[in-house]
């Protein structure tokens, strides 16, 4: 069984760019979020999808938006890229938001760096 | 807000002995797991704590779970090399569906 996929997994961009990253969950999983993480502020939650809705959502900023797809894949962006947005960003799917079956299971990450 | 807390940030030991990682939690929360992360890698899921009193071992680690006190602890017996990684306690309430995680702690086993 697949895991969760994410790409890519390394980025460079310049700021004031934009960047998508994409996630893939494992199959049957309805449930992504993503998480932010630096050394300084460790890991973050940013946002979660459940059946194309956004769910939750953390404190950051407007330029961090993130949809999802009828086949549960999902893709955040940022746009107006800064030097502070360069972090590992971490997907997570689980099957669905019931007591029984929230464990998450993460990506591999996509690093990101904003130069 | 729910917050969490871990020490020690970073953990030097020897081979062949025992430690223990803290993590506290500032409000109730329905599960708390515990992740190791090797460099460069995803979260890896150890355990999951469900209730108070709750108390899961694989190997080398030991997690337990006192809700009263908002304390888990992951007790490492005779530490081996493998082991070193970062570990982290994360907190999730299901009416939010968001984890918490702790700072993280990372373990570093001597030969």
């Known amino acids: 069984k697949a895991g969760v996929t994410q790409t890519p997994r390394y980025l460079i961009k310049t700021r004031g760019q934009q960047v998508t990253l994409s996630c893939s969950p494992i199959?049957?999983?309805?449930?992504v979020s993503w998480y932010q993480q630096t050394p300084g502020q460790g890991l973050q939650f940013l946002f979660e999808?459940?059946?194309?809705?956004?769910?939750n959502k953390g404190n950051f900023p407007g330029r961090f938006s993130g949809r999802q797809f009828s086949n549960s894949r999902s893709e955040m962006n940022v746009s107006t890229l800064e030097l502070g947005d360069s972090a590992l960003y971490l997907c997570?799917?689980?099957?669905?938001?019931?007591?029984?079956?929230?464990?998450?299971?993460f990506g591999q990450g996509t690093r990101l760096t904003v130069v | 807000e729910l917050k969490v807390e871990q020490n020690p940030l970073f953990l030097s030991m020897q081979e062949g002995k025992n430690y223990t990682i803290y993590c506290n939690y500032s409000?109730?929360?329905?599960?708390l797991y515990w992740y190791r992360q090797d460099p460069g890698k995803s979260l890896e899921s150890l355990f999951v704590?469900?209730?108070?009193?709750a108390v899961k071992q694989e190997g080398r680690l030991m997690a337990s779970l006192d809700t009263k006190a908002r304390l888990s602890t992951l007790h490492i017996t005779a530490a081996v090399h493998d082991l070193s990684a970062t570990y982290f306690c994360?907190?999730?309430?299901?009416?939010?569906?968001?984890?918490?995680f702790g700072t993280g702690t990372r373990l570093k086993v001597l030969a």
């Open positions: 997570a799917s689980s099957l669905d938001r019931g007591a029984k079956n929230t464990e998450a299971f």
């Open positions: 199959s049957g999983h309805r449930s």
């Open positions: 999808y459940f059946s194309e809705t956004q769910r």
């Open positions: 409000t109730t929360s329905d599960r």
């Open positions: 704590l469900l209730s108070n009193g």
């Open positions: 994360a907190v999730v309430r299901l009416r939010t569906y968001k984890y918490i």
